[in-house]
C-alpha cells in the first residue's frame, strides 16, 4: 500500500470553529488531493496540488482552503465549519499509474 | 450535467452469477479510465485500468467504447467478496481524476 496517512481519522467539532486535516505521504508523488464523500454524490474534489505551494480550487472549494509548504504534506482547512461540510474527507496522491487514498477522515460539524 | 454517470444499482446477484454495468464519462477528450473497488466505511482501492482494446483481469473484464463515452465492467463467477462499491473514474487531463458515484454490488450465498 501506498503511504498515505490522514490525522485525525475521526472528528466531531462545532460549527463556526476552524478545522485542519493533515494528509501525509512517503511517496514522493507530485499531485495530492482532497475529496469529499457523501451519499449519492461518490468523491468531490475540494482542493488539489501540482507541487509545492501550487494548488488549485476543484468542484466544491467553497469554505475550504489548502496550503502545500512540503512535497509530503497537504492541508485542508475549514475556515468556519458548517454542518454541511460533515463528510468523509480523503486524501489521495497521484502516482504513474494510479491514484491512492488515504483512509479518510470522518468529519462531524455539530 | 455529471462529468462521470454510473447507475447506482443496487445489483443484487447469487454467488456464481454474471453482473455487468456501465458508466458514462461526458468529456470526449478523456485520457484514461480506471474502475476502483470501495468497501464499506474504507478508501478506494484501483480494481484496474480500462484499455481502449478492453482488459481482463482473472473474473473481471473493462471495455472501453469511445464512441459511445462509456465504459464497463463485468464480473464473472461472482464471489461473497465481490460485494462493494464500484467507482467508475475518468483521467479527463494531466491532474484530474472525476469519479462516478459509484454502483453498488451485493452478492449472496
Known amino acids: 500500500d501506498a503511504g498515505i496517512t490522514q490525522s485525525p481519522r475521526h472528528k466531531v467539532t462545532e460549527t463556526g470553529t476552524p478545522v485542519t486535516l493533515r494528509c501525509h505521504q512517503t511517496?514522493?508523488?507530485?499531485?495530492m488531493y482532497w475529496y469529499r464523500q457523501d451519499p449519492g454524490h461518490g468523491l468531490r474534489l475540494i482542493h488539489y496540488s501540482y507541487g509545492v505551494k501550487d494548488t488549485d480550487k476543484g468542484e466544491v472549494s467553497d469554505g475550504y482552503s489548502v496550503s502545500r509548504s512540503k512535497t509530503e504534506d497537504f492541508l485542508l482547512t475549514l475556515e468556519s465549519a458548517t454542518s454541511s461540510q460533515t463528510s468523509v474527507y480523503f486524501c489521495a496522491t497521484r502516482g504513474p499509474t494510479e491514484a491512492f487514498f488515504g483512509q479518510g477522515t470522518r468529519l462531524t460539524v455539530v | 450535467r455529471k462529468e462521470v454517470e454510473q447507475d447506482p444499482g443496487p445489483f443484487n446477484v447469487p454467488e456464481g452469477a454474471t453482473v455487468a454495468f456501465n458508466c458514462t464519462y461526458s468529456n470526449s477528450a478523456s485520457q484514461s479510465f480506471f474502475w476502483y473497488r470501495q468497501d464499506c466505511r474504507k478508501e478506494p482501492k484501483l480494481l484496474m485500468s480500462v484499455y481502449s482494446s478492453g482488459n481482463e483481469d482473472g473474473r473481471f473484464t473493462a471495455q472501453l467504447n469511445r464512441a459511445s463515452q462509456y465504459i464497463s465492467l463485468l464480473i464473472r463467477d461472482s464471489k461473497l467478496s465481490d460485494s462493494a462499491t464500484y467507482l467508475c473514474?475518468?483521467?479527463?487531463?494531466?491532474?484530474?481524476?472525476?469519479f462516478g458515484a459509484g454502483t453498488t454490488v451485493t452478492v449472496r450465498a
Open positions: 473514474v475518468v483521467n479527463s487531463n494531466d491532474y484530474k481524476l472525476s
Open positions: 511517496e514522493n508523488h507530485r499531485y
